[in-house]
């Protein structure tokens, strides 16, 4: 059973514009929320979380938005560079602290063109 | 500190022989997990250790795979009578107990193939 979800597989972005990347969760459990990013041949490297007392988080040029209502959070890059051409993976977990695991998506395979 | 390392990068074993898996964590951390990634899918949950202990383990983990961290430092991870389903990438990862904002550290993990 897929706890987090991302439905898109793929997605491709002119550089200088923004990227979204969307991420749907049912365990309403879930309330520390994070986002890796992958390169081939790497393991996944952390780029950003929040937490559910917060509803947006910001690093630079990427933002996260979470919607606890509708179970729903999304990453913003804002401009997008051919670098952050990568997958991303988003992950969730029962807390910042507590909980043993996290719980991935399937990843969203972002090509930014130049 | 060079991060999270794992040992070997590759490994290709024919259906039926046992593989081994090293992973180095961050040396101050204290927690270490055990990861796998199939093509198409994220990371699921194997393991994970706190100092030596193993604290908890997915119904992934079948009776073929075994995982120690004898002295709360390295792990490994063995698969006995390796079947062509175990074929995936196995992701390490560290942690402090109290992991902070900032999650896992992951190593850049182990593509094992069984042919």
């Known amino acids: 059973d897929q706890q987090v979800k991302q439905n898109s597989p793929s997605l491709s972005v002119q550089e200088g514009r923004i990227s979204i990347l969307n991420c749907d969760y049912t365990?309403?459990?879930?309330?520390?929320f994070l986002w890796y990013k992958k390169y081939p041949a790497e393991g996944p490297t952390f780029l950003i979380s929040?937490?559910?007392?917060?509803d947006k988080n910001e690093d630079g040029r990427f933002t996260v938005f979470l919607n606890k209502s509708a179970k729903h959070l999304s990453l913003h890059i804002v401009p997008s560079q051919p670098g952050d051409s990568a997958v991303y993976f988003c992950?969730?977990?029962?807390?910042?602290?507590?909980?043993?695991?996290?719980?991935f998506g399937t990843g969203t395979s972002l090509t930014v063109i130049p | 500190d060079t991060g999270v390392s794992q040992d070997p990068r590759h490994k290709i074993t024919k259906r039926g022989q046992n593989v081994t898996f090293r992973c180095d964590p961050i040396?101050?951390?204290?927690?270490l997990y055990w990861y796998r990634q199939t093509l198409g899918q994220g990371p699921e949950f194997l393991t994970y250790?706190?100092?030596?202990?193993?604290?908890?383990k997915s119904r992934l983990l079948s009776d073929r795979f075994s995982a120690e961290r004898p002295k709360g430092s390295f792990s490994t991870l063995e698969i006995q009578r390796t079947e062509q389903g175990d074929s995936a990438m196995y992701l390490c990862?560290?942690?402090?107990?109290?992991?902070?904002?900032?999650?896992?550290?992951f190593g850049s993990g182990t593509r094992l193939t069984v042919v």
């Open positions: 990862a560290s942690s402090l107990v109290y992991r902070g904002s900032n999650g896992y550290t």
């Open positions: 365990n309403s459990m879930f309330d520390y």
């Open positions: 929040i937490s559910s007392i917060k």
């Open positions: 992950a969730a977990s029962p807390g910042m602290n507590t909980g043993n695991q996290f719980y």
């Open positions: 040396s101050e951390h204290n927690r």
């Open positions: 250790f706190q100092n030596e202990a193993q604290l908890e």
